[in-house]
């Protein structure tokens, strides 16, 4: 039987109330600022605040030459309360 230790920490992020957060960016080039790049950007984080993705755009736009244009976002809690339900039969193998 697996321990704590086994369980994801993707899983024990979604029980706190994260979900899978999607931001599509788009930025200038450097070269040229006329263009329009798209960058997809992905990870587990808190609606409405969105700390992870505000401390990234942060870092971008300290480090990067790349001006950010706009940025659409797209936030799914994976783990709903709606989606528990009791069983009324449980099947036990031995």
Do not use: C, N
């Amino acid at each position: 039987m697996g321990s704590a230790r086994d369980v994801s920490p993707d899983f024990i992020r979604q029980l706190a109330g994260y979900g899978l957060t999607t931001a599509e960016i788009l930025y200038h080039l450097p070269d040229h600022p006329g263009l329009l790049q798209s960058y997809v950007w992905q990870a587990y984080d808190l609606a409405p605040a969105f700390p992870a993705l505000t401390k990234f755009l942060t870092f971008w736009r300290d480090t990067l030459d790349g001006v950010l244009h706009s940025v659409r976002v797209g936030h799914s809690g994976l783990i709903k309360p709606a989606e528990i339900a009791l069983v009324g039969t449980e099947f036990r193998l031995q």
